[in-house]
């Protein structure tokens, strides 16, 4: 199947300092990529859609200026926390829409733990 | 109204036996698809299986099935020859192909598969 690959898989900062989180489709354009953010033990919880060469949309109760969403090629899409604070300590977790029109399946990144300090 | 149900916060299942993981869904779209992924504790999730909305027989892929009941609006994913490393948390999904391609997700079923 197509492969994601989503960059670090682990992350640990101070307060108030901004990460960025890569997401890349390896093998497949992926004009549309999504951005999950999860709790423990809770569902995926859809941030915002990347569009590939324009803005993101994000989901209602996302702040748009805390993450940050630049889809700039046709294979990467990153997410930048920033300032980031404890509260914003969760799993991140990317995925895009797979070639096969028919069935149109999400392939996910690996995830992203972020630990804010 | 929750787009995807999964009724079965957690399940337990012993090694070689089968398992069902219920899931209902709600849409008045006619084309949708359904999608299983499990996430194991690594957190990646991985794609299972899917079952298409117009499709006339149940998804099969290896030792997962699909147990696609159109009228009843369930999906229900059934795990043969259970083993240790089927352990994992089930996400149910749908996608609406005609009001933005949106997926949805379940709450999650947590399977432990017991030796």
């Known amino acids: 199947g197509a492969v994601v690959s989503q960059h670090p898989s682990r992350v640990i900062c101070k307060s108030g300092t901004s990460v960025k989180i890569e997401c890349r489709s390896l093998?497949?354009?992926?004009?549309?990529m999504f951005w999950y953010r999860q709790f423990p033990k809770q569902s995926l919880m859809l941030m915002a859609t990347s569009n590939e060469g324009s803005k993101a949309t994000y989901e209602q109760g996302v702040e748009k200026d805390k993450f940050l969403i630049n889809h700039a090629s046709l294979t990467l899409s990153t997410l930048t926390v920033t300032s980031a604070h404890p509260e914003d300590s969760s799993f991140y977790i990317c995925?895009?829409?797979?070639?096969?029109?028919?069935?149109?399946?999400?392939?996910f990144g690996e995830g992203s733990r972020l630990t804010v300090l | 109204a929750q787009k995807i149900t999964q009724t079965q916060p957690g399940m337990f299942v012993q090694e070689k036996e089968a398992v069902t993981l219920d899931c209902t869904y709600d849409t008045s779209d006619p084309s949708y698809g359904l999608f299983w992924y499990k996430q194991p504790s690594s957190g990646e999730m991985i794609f299972l299986i899917y079952q298409g909305s117009y499709d006339q027989q149940n998804a099969t892929e290896g030792r997962y099935s699909l147990n696609f009941q159109k009228a009843r609006k369930s999906a229900n994913l059934v795990i043969s020859a259970s083993q240790l490393g089927d352990s994992a948390m089930y996400f149910c999904a749908m996608r609406e192909e005609n009001t933005g391609n949106q997926f949805y997700f379940g709450t999650g079923t947590s399977l432990t598969v017991i030796p």
């Open positions: 093998d497949f354009q992926a004009t549309t």
């Open positions: 995925s895009a829409r797979g070639p096969l029109v028919s069935t149109g399946e999400l392939f």
